[in-house]
């Protein structure tokens, strides 16, 4: 089941101007233009970007360099401390972008549990233990969602678009997880 956080403050916290300046991203602006927005916060903030995907019909992500891990956590995961992470040798930090009105698949992971944390923009995660999926929550900037490993869910734009940083946490160590480890139950793009 996804667990609600509430909004935390603390100083060592994402840059709120430059997160101010990503919610003034317009729903109607070009797809490019939203990534070309979210490529610089994230190096300004001091971040390598490793890889990027923006051909996803839903939106796209970009994935950071494994060894800012550590600091990707103390930034956009306050209040969660490190030691959860101890014995994940791979947390694959990356930011999903989830354009306005767009789903994500309806899915699950065998060998992973994740943590996300809305950074910009309004979401929607439904989550469930079955196949069902089950009526979204609404999601405000600083509210975070751990997902368990297996449990079904799906992100969801708003009328605006949504950035959201995650990190895994594998439950394999022999088999970490990838990009392949994604069970689709339900896709609006027929993957």
Do not use: C
């Not at 109607?28 to 490529?39: D, G, L, N, P």
């Not at 490993?149 to 088999?175: C, F, K, M």
């Amino acid at each position: 089941m996804a667990i609600r956080t509430g909004l935390h403050t603390n100083a060592r916290s994402y840059d709120k101007l430059s997160v101010n300046r990503m919610n003034n991203i317009p729903a109607q602006a070009h797809k490019q233009t939203v990534f070309e927005e979210i490529r610089d916060y994230v190096t300004q903030s001091g971040f390598s970007i490793v890889g990027e995907d923006l051909s996803r019909p839903w939106g796209g992500f970009m994935v950071l360099d494994e060894s800012q891990a550590p600091r990707f956590i103390e930034t956009f995961f306050p209040g969660i401390s490190l030691t959860e992470f101890d014995g994940f040798s791979k947390l694959s930090p990356k930011f999903l972008i989830v354009a306005p009105g767009a789903r994500l698949s309806w899915q699950y992971h065998h060998r992973r549990a994740e943590i996300w944390r809305v950074v910009s923009g309004t979401v929607e995660v439904a989550v469930s233990n079955s196949d069902e999926e089950q009526t979204p929550k609404s999601y405000a900037p600083g509210e975070i969602i751990r997902l368990r490993q297996g449990e079904r869910h799906r992100l969801i734009g708003t009328n605006e678009y949504g950035v959201v940083a995650e990190i895994w946490q594998h439950t394999d160590p022999l088999s970490p997880s990838d990009e392949s480890d994604i069970v689709r139950l339900q896709d609006d793009f027929g993957r």
